[in-house]
């Protein structure tokens, strides 16, 4: 009796199984990398620190915005996703034309890279932001305009360009325009006059006595003289008028569209008030007064000098008169 052989089972499975379980395998090998991807990518988003966003002109619709919206903006991206307003309204009144104005010029340009204003964040704070934007580029003109851009929270930038600026133009004792400003801006105020044949007053302040004042009572209560007689002028001038300290104890002033009658109250007033300060030190008590030089522009002059030679030689003049009093020239 022939016994039957065992059976061998297949150590291998037929050529088509084996296809569709590495087709299965290259499928799942590719899902793992694309939810690699995605999760790399939307890591990256979250530690950028920039709004990155996406607009449809047309429909007025913002298609994405980044992770980031909500922490600059300090408002739900949801909300700015149903409704275009949402930015709008976040937008610092005195900055919304020229925030809608930049973004329509993208139209015109294909990029604005320039683009700064300011926000309301949602906790009160207004914040500056730099908010590039770009057309994308469509060969067919038929379909939809989106509009690209990133926007960063560049307040810290402003804070420090305003600090800056404050130094180069403030005098550090006194908190008024340094020399340099103060020249500079009485420039543009004289050409602005000339131009516009509009009245222009100059008017230059000298302490009387001042040396005595630091010998006999130290340089640390002349400083505050020169803070307290700086804090008077800047009280007493009209807004729009210039003040600054532009020498030791020498400070000047501009008044734009101020007639010499009017100028001359001014000065008077502000001799008055100087007048009244009252500067203690060990127990002795002590005032101070000036000397003031005032003129006004004429047709003659074709520079600001003219106008400043003339209100030294006036204020040279006051000092020579007894001090404490204002010369017009």
Not at 149 to 172: N, Y
Not at 205 to 210: C, E, G, K, T
Not at 221 to 226: A, F, I
Not at 256 to 285: M, N, W, Y
Request: proline letters at 3%.
């Amino acid at each position: 009796m022939v016994k039957n052989k065992p059976t061998t089972l297949a150590c291998n499975p037929p050529p088509e199984a084996a296809q569709t379980l590495l087709a299965l395998m290259h499928a799942q090998g590719e899902v793992a990398r694309l939810s690699e991807r995605e999760q790399l990518f939307s890591s990256l988003l979250d530690s950028v620190n920039a709004v990155l966003w996406a607009f449809d002109w047309e429909s007025r619709q913002v298609l994405y915005v980044s992770p980031a919206y909500e922490r600059i903006f300090g408002r739900p991206a949801g909300l700015l996703l149903a409704d275009f307003n949402e930015w709008r309204d976040s937008i610092y009144p005195d900055d919304l034309d020229y925030a809608e104005r930049s973004l329509a010029e993208v139209l015109v340009k294909g990029a604005v890279e320039d683009r700064e204003y300011r926000i309301i964040a949602a906790d009160g704070q207004v914040r500056w932001i730099s908010d590039k934007c770009f057309i994308n580029q469509q060969s067919d003109p038929d379909q939809r305009v989106i509009i690209v851009g990133m926007a960063e929270d560049i307040t810290e930038k402003k804070q420090l360009e305003g600090e800056l600026q404050r130094l180069a133009t403030t005098d550090v004792l006194t908190q008024s325009s340094n020399r340099r400003h103060f020249f500079e801006c009485a420039q543009h105020a004289f050409e602005t006059a000339r131009l516009q044949q509009t009245p222009l007053a100059f008017l230059l302040l000298d302490i009387d006595d001042f040396k005595q004042i630091n010998d006999t009572y130290g340089h640390q209560e002349g400083d505050y003289v020169l803070q307290r007689i700086a804090d008077t002028g800047k009280a007493v001038l009209r807004r729009g008028d210039q003040f600054g300290r532009i020498g030791g104890e020498e400070f000047a002033a501009v008044f734009p569209g101020c007639t010499p009658e009017i100028a001359q109250q001014i000065a008077e007033r502000l001799q008055r008030e100087i007048q009244r300060l009252s500067f203690s030190h060990e127990d002795k008590v002590f005032g101070v007064t000036v000397s003031q030089g005032l003129t006004g522009i004429t047709e003659d002059d074709e520079s600001l000098d003219s106008l400043f030679a003339r209100a030294d030689a006036a204020m040279y003049q006051a000092k020579r008169q007894g001090k404490n009093q204002i010369v017009r020239g």
